[in-house]
């Protein structure tokens, strides 16, 4: 079984940036598209970000196109998402996840999910 750790979250004030971080306990994941997916208070999650197993294909929800960057290093089990220029509807909690059917594109999850790393967008 594999497991999700999220971090690198915390407060940061509008047009700030964060780098967060999913680490996994298991290399399993270098075969899996993945994802970062985030859950704001009383809405559904959804998907902001995927990147294919080799990294060289991604995908990127409208909102966040243009200011987060997904990326991976499969050598450390690890995903990245650098967001930039942030705004308070970014305010969330975040979490990873992968696709356990396929490289890419990233259709569902199949991990269990994380803790997650809450970020807070405000002056």
């Known amino acids: 079984q594999v497991q999700l750790v999220e971090s690198g979250g915390g407060l940061v004030q509008p047009g700030g940036s964060l780098r967060l971080s999913c680490a996994a306990s298991r290399s399993l994941i270098r075969a899996y598209a993945m994802g970062w997916y985030r859950q704001a208070p009383g809405k559904q999650r959804e998907l902001v970000a995927s990147i294919s197993s080799d990294g060289n294909a991604n995908g990127y929800a409208d909102s966040v196109k243009g200011r987060f960057t997904i990326s991976r290093d499969n050598a450390k089990n690890t995903v990245y998402l650098q967001m930039n220029s942030l705004k308070p509807e970014d305010t969330a909690v975040y979490f990873c996840?992968?696709?356990?059917?396929?490289?890419?594109?990233?259709?569902?999850?199949?991990?269990?999910w994380g803790q997650g790393t809450q970020v807070t967008v405000s002056s």
């Open positions: 996840n992968g696709d356990t059917f396929r490289s890419w594109p990233l259709l569902r999850t199949g991990f269990s």
